[in-house]
């Protein structure tokens, strides 16, 4: 490793370092606008120059442009460079308009901070300057080009780092433009990184702006909850609400960035129509009133029908603490449940995967970035983790090769091998991809099992030959692979999927390959859940106890059925028969407004929590601030009210552990600190995996990977060749297939007003072929039967999926939950256009 002198301070870097780096590694900060970690270099600003006095190089250079070698010796503070340093940040502020006071940027501005250090202080030019129009780039981004001093950061993240082409540099010289052809909204579901990367006030965060400045804020490090990644992030929090987030640098999880999702879906924290009061019966009453009249209620229905007449739904968008609660108060009393999942055969395909992920197999969000060739299995990762598919797209620019067998129109920011196949023969295409990779000899490591495994796997010719001739391609880059990672969803796969990518991962490891496995799931913390449902109670087994009449009492923590549920009027004809519908959760929900009983819980932003992660990586968030009606609620935008007392206005609302923890033995614990330390400790002796998790604070950074794997040798299964009946002849039917989409289906996004402006209106994707059996055309609008009523939609008629399936959005705005039981099947004749 080469060893250099800077500042008269030796250091000793990786091979590759550049100077730059390798002074920051001193604490030297070199001034910089154009070099970004995640971009490199590119030279465009010069603002970075130092000067060289020995070594292979010799004079004023770009520190950002040249590798650290041996023997230089490097000076920062040289009167040339500082006065080339001193120059060229005039150069850049020739043009700047003098906007600081009402630009959004200011107290955290690049520029700022480089003119003031630079001793820039006097204008010496007195023409006229440079002016440009901005452009219209959606509700997340306001322009302000004007403002721009040329570094190219945003068409580098852009068009090279997200892989998208709407947003670039035009014009050339002194009247380079950067934006799109015509103005627009951005394509992009990276978006409002341009705000973060940006180092002036081009590009600002628009729906905070005007807010505050960065010193007016409650900063705080919090995470993602709106898919199971765990993307780390920092909330921006004034006058009892969350005004802004932005990404949190994390070296295993999202790096530098974040999605759009994710970074404009907190809106539900403050969201007028949050419930924050305590309810009975639809009157507003005490808290404490509330907690005790449930627990009466609850106790009551045990002594007189069971113990087991009551029962307990979670969440997976619970933190771990409220999971660990209720799971607690179910074994105290008695209580059926609790179940943290929907849908049985989801239930059980997040289970395998979490009991699959073992650490030599694991890989974590940013380890993807390095692989050398992805193979996605029901997975869309645009749609269902969108960082996913940033990661994707750093792995295939250096190099990489990704294959997605997946039969929905999947979409992606690179070049990407499609297999569009239908669920079951995507398991077909899967194992045929990994016997053609490799040699019986591969497996003979593993034992008998892994053996038996291989021969199992379908030989060439188990599908159709155009599909054939794809797998063979596929196998041979996947031979060439040293790296191969593999990506298996958990919703849109076969409930046999999930161990059959994992048994597959498991040989191209005995295959001396680098293989990885990488797991998505449905929810925030739906591996916490799997845990600790384990082999519970499913929840169809609840529903049907309440059907029947032995389930008398439910409690739903955090948990919006009608959200999730795919049969709604089941759903709404057993809620009535409940003698008691106790519901603790922070958003408005028909379950909420059905309640006999109803606790106003907080969020994430004001109670903390561990969530833990699809690969098992335990990571805290602190509370960002003590909760309350936001102001602007309460003042309309004027002063507010000159009252003064000693409670928070909208303050009772508390975390959903501490309220579990009221109704289970009537305690008054004051702090939820200690309720959530207690729950750990909990957790830690029931679920012995759990009690290696380390004190709070060292988990905000990127936490702690834990694994529930077994540590014997793999266990394979041959159980996915069984034949699978469809119950519906495949050449007249179409299988339903229910998806989400970045925008619109995850619930506490929906919440959103900049991300709803996003969203597009919900359509049915069917193949092309099948388009034309109906006699329907892109844009058509349907009418189709399902189970327990009509959906009326528009059709999206695709090449790229695969025909035979019917392609639905969870939509909000869709009336998508009237379908009896999964999977569901739809008969052509039961698909009918309508009239415009």
Request: one cysteine or more; hydrophobic letters at 35%.
């Amino acid at each position: 490793m080469p060893i250099l002198v800077i500042d008269n301070r030796e250091i000793e870097v990786p091979e590759g370092t550049k100077v730059i780096e390798a002074a920051e590694r001193l604490g030297i900060m070199i001034p910089r606008f154009c070099y970004h970690p995640a971009l490199g270099s590119v030279g465009a600003c010069r603002v970075c120059a130092v000067k060289f006095l020995e070594g292979p190089f010799k004079g004023v250079q770009m520190s950002c442009m040249i590798d650290a070698k041996d023997d230089m010796v490097v000076s920062t503070e040289d009167e040339e460079a500082m006065e080339f340093r001193k120059y060229v940040i005039e150069w850049l502020m020739l043009h700047h308009p003098h906007d600081c006071p009402v630009c959004d940027e200011g107290g955290h501005c690049l520029l700022q901070d480089m003119t003031i250090s630079g001793g820039h202080g006097i204008r010496r030019y007195l023409g006229l300057k440079r002016t440009y129009q901005d452009q219209y780039l959606g509700p997340l981004v306001q322009h302000e080009m004007n403002r721009c001093i040329h570094c190219y950061r945003c068409s580098r993240f852009y068009q090279e780092f997200s892989g998208y082409r709407d947003l670039g540099v035009m014009q050339s010289a002194n009247r380079v433009y950067f934006g799109r052809f015509e103005e627009g909204i951005l394509e992009s579901p990276f978006t409002g990184n341009l705000s973060d990367i940006c180092p002036t006030g081009v590009y600002t965060d628009k729906p905070s702006r005007f807010f505050g400045r960065r010193w007016d804020y409650e900063r705080s490090p919090s995470l993602c909850i709106n898919c199971s990644l765990g993307c780390h992030t920092v909330a921006s929090s004034r006058y009892r609400e969350v005004v802004r987030q932005e990404a949190r640098y994390s070296e295993a999880v999202n790096g530098y960035f974040i999605c759009d999702r994710g970074r404009h879906g907190f809106h539900y924290a403050k969201n007028e129509t949050r419930p924050r009061q305590a309810l009975i019966d639809g009157e507003e009453v005490s808290t404490e009133e509330a907690i005790r009249t449930a627990r009466e209620r609850l106790e009551q229905i045990s002594l007189n029908v069971g113990a087991d007449a009551v029962a307990c739904v979670g969440s997976e968008r619970s933190c771990l603490e409220t999971q660990a609660s209720i799971k607690r108060i179910c074994q105290m009393k008695g209580w059926k449940g609790p179940s943290y999942f929907l849908d049985q055969s989801l239930t059980s395909k997040v289970r395998t995967a979490v009991s699959r992920l073992t650490p030599e197999l694991t890989v974590s969000l940013r380890e993807i970035e390095s692989a050398d060739f992805i193979l996605a299995v029901g997975a869309d990762p645009i749609n269902e983790a969108p960082m996913l598919a940033l990661a994707m797209r750093q792995a295939h620019r250096n190099g990489g090769k990704i294959t997605v067998i997946d039969p929905r129109p999947v979409s992606l920011p690179i070049g990407f091998r499609h297999l569009p196949v239908t669920l079951d023969e995507a398991e077909l295409c899967f194992g045929s991809i990994i016997k053609e990779t490799l040699a019986v000899e591969d497996a003979e490591g593993l034992g008998q099992s892994g053996l038996k495994f291989y021969k199992a796997l379908p030989a060439s010719g188990s599908v159709a030959p155009t599909v054939q001739d794809q797998i063979t391609a596929v196998a041979q880059e996947l031979r060439a692979s040293q790296r191969p990672v593999i990506v298996c969803g958990t919703e849109n796969v076969r409930q046999t999927t999930p161990a059959l990518a994992a048994d597959c991962a498991q040989l191209l490891l005995a295959a001396n390959k680098q293989a990885g496995l990488f797991y998505l799931m449905p929810g925030a913390n739906s591996f916490g859940g799997s845990l600790l449902e384990g082999e519970g109670v499913p929840f169809s087994e609840i529903l049907e106890g309440i059907e029947t009449g032995t389930v008398k009492a439910l409690i739903l923590v955090e948990s919006n059925l009608f959200w999730l549920f795919h049969d709604r009027q089941r759903l709404d004809l057993a809620i009535e028969k409940l003698d008691s519908l106790v519901v603790l959760d922070y958003v408005s929900s028909p379950a909420a407004q059905k309640a006999h009983i109803f606790l106003p819980t907080s969020t994430l932003y004001e109670a903390g929590g561990v969530f833990i992660n699809q690969e098992g990586r335990a990571q805290f968030t602190p509370r960002a601030y003590r909760g309350g009606i936001p102001l602007v609620q309460i003042s309309a935008g004027n002063h507010p009210p000159r009252v003064y007392g000693s409670e928070i206005p909208g303050g009772e609302v508390r975390a959903a552990s501490h309220f579990v923890n009221q109704i289970a033995d009537g305690s008054q614990v004051e702090d939820e600190d200690t309720t959530r330390r207690n729950l750990i400790g909990w957790l830690a002796d029931n679920l012995p995996i759990l009690a290696e998790i380390p004190p709070f604070d060292d988990l905000t950074n990127d936490g702690m990977r834990i694994s529930s794997s077994d540590d014997g040798p793999p266990q394979f299964s041959i159980h996915w060749q069984e034949e699978k009946d469809k119950g519906e002849d495949p050449h007249e039917s179409l299988e339903v297939i229910l998806t989400d989409w970045t925008f619109g289906t995850e619930e506490l996004s929906s919440f959103s007003p900049p991300l709803r402006k996003l969203e597009r209106m919900p359509c049915a994707s069917m193949h092309a072929n099948d388009a034309a059996r109906l006699g329907l055309g892109h844009g058509d609008k349907v009418r189709i039967k399902l189970d327990q009523g009509e959906v009326e939609v528009d059709v999206w008629v695709a090449e790229h999926m695969a025909p035979g399936v019917l392609v639905l959005p969870r939509h909000r705005l869709l009336e998508w939950q009237k379908i009896r039981a999964l999977p569901k099947f739809v008969r052509f004749e039961e698909i009918e256009k309508t009239a415009v």
